[in-house]
């Protein structure tokens, strides 16, 4: 059976070693008072909850999957997913970042960033019930009618009502602009909504005794793409004026899909079939007002990677580690037994580091970003809060896409350690395999991500915000560049930056005269500018361990971070080699291909 | 539902265009009247049995799975399977390539290779029952006795029996010299077995009368270690004088395992309790004799890949043509509907391309190997049979690692291709990736290819064997050096071969003070000489499509092939960049990372 053991210690070196939180707090007046041991003690309980039970239900459920009673239109999860919902509510984790003006804890995002990494790990089907219904909970924060937020907020912030993202339908996914569902005005501020949705995530359960569905649609004046479709909020139960649940609201799941992984949680098929709902923000907006989730949702989705990515490693490491095969290639490593620990061999260890460097470069990176989504939120300056936003929307695809193909890449690997072992279902790391695989296709694949990098995000604004980040590498540079012992560090990622710089520009005038340029460019783009990212965090984590280790102090953490940095600019980072190159190559071999392609 | 039209004109593109098989068969006595129209005849009649009668239980045998009846051992594989094998039977199938002595058809390896390129892109699960019986086959006819082959070869040519190899056992899977299956001499030439197999692929199955298993024991007085292990012949039926069947042999399949993919093949638990089984081959020489079958099972491990590939990219290629999503970035490029079909997107183009090239450079690599088997086997000339003999004895591990890898990232791009809906069972494109999942391990997993090719087949004869292939490359960068139009194939595979030259010596002197310099390197060298070979074999295609096109050939095929090749080394050989550079690394930041791994 698989092991999960949350990893405090590296949360605690990026919170407060790296990125040192609690000073960064101290300046946004509703976190001010926030401190470390508050953080500390939060986190160590909600470890004990995703390893105690959220992740003894993750084989469990994915053996068992979802039931969807036809006939009543309801779901039954797998067993025990229910139970945990009520011990999660009752803890009150969902509330631990929302405003308390609804009842929540008002913890920074950061930490709740946290408690969803170790979710993740744990169960990341099962995480994907509360993780929707807190991306509805934003939504309704921002673009609610003040009605709306005090009928559903309080219910969603206490958990006693869960919520969902109705998006895509059979022929739109990724072209919302083409979504067909409509919404019909009935003269009273209610619309009549009608339509077909699928792949809605938790779209159906036994957990609460209504969920409030999140919905797109067009009005019957829309104009016709992504300008014309406008957010709903379409209940499963209508509410009555004293929060009690009314009539049932003819918005059904009629089908479950037969998926590859995350069997756990319920995707549904939904029909609206004259569903009575109220409008989200303002006609025709929906899409800026869903956005809103999406951007939360997308560096969830980097979190789900990063969850799969820690516990793929932990269950890596200890098999490599028990598990003997062979003589070590330099002699014997353990002469008592009849083989040596396969944790002697070399690619056996590259294997493992792989996932080690991924899971903590992942683990920075979402730490920084979650810091900054508080200071955009909750930073007095507005100076601060706007560069804060630039800054999280410039990471925000690299997020995604980069930490979700490394989870692919780590939890694949993961799984090799393992032999003939990995691909039997009883072990776990498959299901990590299969679960992770998602993640690099919803919420916009990573395609799409990578687009929304090079084209919106980058070149949409001349490389503005890039030249921000840009200079945070430029000032470690400098702040380390005389650092002998710090040279193995930053001088890759000053070579990279600089690399970066001029191929930006470039591929800026290229496509200037060929939009193709950019997308055959794109997601070698994204691949290159997330290793730029994660070498920055890799050069910091260095510079604290080497500092720590010269102030004196012995623990084994310092010295284990300082071999994850080596390794991974050793054996990762050079990737970006082949991806200057290739991005380069440019999009004639892709386009000039129709007889190829016929 | 998924498609499959058999990839006929490029089999024959690389058959008769590209090797000119028939002129080779011509020097070997055994195949000197088989002509291009005999095998272009029966390759049409494989592709329509695996097309019409294997392909369409692909899906259904991966949701059904098999089912063992604990109370009397025996296996039921998923519906329709045991009646296709019967057709395939039937048809003549199973005895292509073997003997004629013992009923075979005596057609060359390379037509055989071919038909099972199409079975394993129709059902790979399915065509593992007679792929693991032409293994058996194989280790008889070379290390049985007289009796053995008189017994078994008939019923393993003509289908009536089927073979298995029964190795792994729970506690060894890669490091055989740990296996603990006894056998005792009876006094009476046949022996006693007794011992637990795991991971025994179609190991029981209600397809045949009697199931022919080929097993590894150690006898009493067995050295320690892999030197101490012998083969036996073990039939589930004991085979009385006459032929027919006499009493169940104690050898019964205890347990099925549950697996990420290939469900329709009976991974079985098999439990020996005192089963009488035969010496094949000389005592405590067993593992010699079964290579014969694991270097056959390589090759075909990497054409299960192959076949996977081809069917993923035509099943994506259709997709891309028909789902309309987006518009292009450089203008629409369907203005009569609602949105362009996402094959004008250029990443969606590369996913595609790269599906379209990993699959056309294994299928000339399979082509090339099997042809060199051939030779090996039957040419008259001894010094053309070694020579033969032991380049498919180098790029052996280079088909099971490389192609098998290479199927990753194809099958993987393929189902990425479909978005949400390829993460969806219906459209098959997920189980193309679970299936291919256990390629990367089974038969010896890819680390364990690259040490072979690295420590053995390379560094092990001093390079001989690799100059080998060297002299190959040289020749054709002779023959076309100075053809302006062949410069962009062979520029890039005459620096590389250059480069690999010199690595090769760098390593051999550093893995001669330092062996794990060696296991820190393969993985890397490994697909650095994949990208060698797939380089020469696409620079060879484009030879002949250029000539083609010279001579006034106007069938689009060739410019097809042209482009192929271009994506193909403008967009994956560059990989090369970065295995160079992380091959070099050393394995310092590999293996001083105790503190990293603790």
């Keep these: 059976m698989p ?19 609690t000073d960064e707090f101290k300046a946004m007046p509703a976190h001010a008072e926030v401190d470390a041991d508050t953080i500390n003690a939060v986190l160590e309980e909600a470890g004990k909850f995703a390893a105690g039970v959220a992740f003894p239900l993750n084989i469990s459920g994915d ?4 039931k969807l009673d036809t006939a009543t239109h309801e779901v039954t999860p797998p067993k025990g997913f229910k139970e945990a919902y009520r011990q999660y509510v009752e803890g009150g984790w969902p509330a631990l970042s929302c405003d308390p003006e609804f009842g929540g ?24 019930y509360p993780g929707l219904s807190h991306g509805a909970y934003e939504a309704l924060v921002a673009h609610g009618t003040d009605e709306q937020k005090k009928t559903y907020l ?10 969902t993202m109705c998006l895509t339908e ?8 083409m979504l067909r569902t409509k919404a019909e005005p009935q003269g009273d501020g209610t619309y009549k909504i009608t339509g077909n949705k699928i792949f809605i995530s938790a779209g159906e359960h036994d957990f ?9 649609a067009r009005l019957p004046d829309a104009p016709k793409g992504s300008k014309g479709i406008s957010l709903f909020v379409v209940p499963k ?42 409008l989200v923000g303002e006609p025709h907006k929906g899409l800026a007002a869903m956005f809103v989730m999406m951007n939360a949702a997308r560096l969830g989705v980097g979190n789900q990677s990063l969850g799969l990515t820690e516990v793929a490693f932990q269950n890596a490491l200890a098999y490599a580690k028990d598990r003997i095969q062979m003589r070590s290639l330099s002699g014997k490593k353990a002469p008592d037994k009849e083989a040596d620990p396969i944790i002697v061999h070399p690619d056996v260890r590259k294997m493992l580091l792989t996932a080690k460097a991924y899971a903590e470069g992942a683990r920075a990176l979402q730490v920084f970003c979650t810091l900054l989504l508080d200071k955009a939120h909750g930073h007095p300056d507005e100076k601060v809060r706007k560069d804060s936003d630039e800054l999280v929307a410039l990471l925000t695809p690299i997020v995604k896409a980069f930490v979700t193909d490394n989870g692919h890449v780590a939890t694949n690997a993961c799984m090799q350690v393992f032999g003939g072992h990995g691909f039997i279902k009883e072990w776990g790391m498959e299901q990590f395999v299969r679960d992770n695989r998602i993640n690099m296709i ?5 395609t799409i991500q990578s687009l929304d990098l090079l084209g919106r995000k980058v070149l949409g604004n001349n490389g503005a915000t890039l030249k921000k980040f840009g200079k945070l590498v430029g000032q470690l540079v400098q702040e380390e560049g005389v650092n002998e012992k710090m040279a193995e560090f930053i001088n890759p990622i000053a070579y990279l930056g600089d690399q970066m710089t001029k191929f930006t520009t470039e591929i800026g005038f290229r496509g200037f005269q060929n939009p193709d340029e950019v997308g055959a460019a794109a997601v070698d783009y994204l691949r290159v500018a997330g290793h730029l990212v994660f070498g920055y965090l890799f050069a910091r984590m260095a510079q604290v361990a080497l500092r720590e280790i010269a102030a004196g102090n012995t623990d084994p953490f310092y010295v284990a971070k300082l071999q994850t940095a080596r390794f991974y600019f050793a054996k990762l980072f050079p990737e970006t080699a082949t991806l200057m190159r290739t991005a380069r190559a440019g999009s004639k071999v892709l386009m000039d291909t129709d007889a190829a392609l016929a």
């Design 105 to 128: 804890q008002g913890l920074p995002h950061t930490v709740n960033q946290c408690l969803y990494e170790m979710l993740n790990s744990a169960n990341q089907a099962w995480t994907m």
């Design 3 to 21: 092991i999960y053991t949350p990893p405090l210690r590296d949360m605690q070196f990026v919170l407060h070693e790296v990125f040192k939180v």
């Design 237 to 278: 139960f209508h509410v009555k004026a004293d929060g009690s649940l009314g009539e049932r609201n003819p918005i059904f799941c009629t089908g479950l899909e037969h998926k590859m992984g995350i069997h756990g949680n319920a995707t549904a098929q939904i029909a609206i079939d004259g569903a009575t709902g109220t």
């Design 63 to 66: 053996t068992e999957g979802c």
């Design 154 to 163: 309080p219910k969603l912030v206490s958990g006693e009502w869960t919520g």
């Design 208 to 216: 609460t005794e209504n969920i409030v569905h999140l919905v797109l």
């Design 442 to 446: 919803y919420e916009g694949t990573n």
């Design 170 to 177: 059979p022929h739109c996914g990724t072209d919302l602009g």
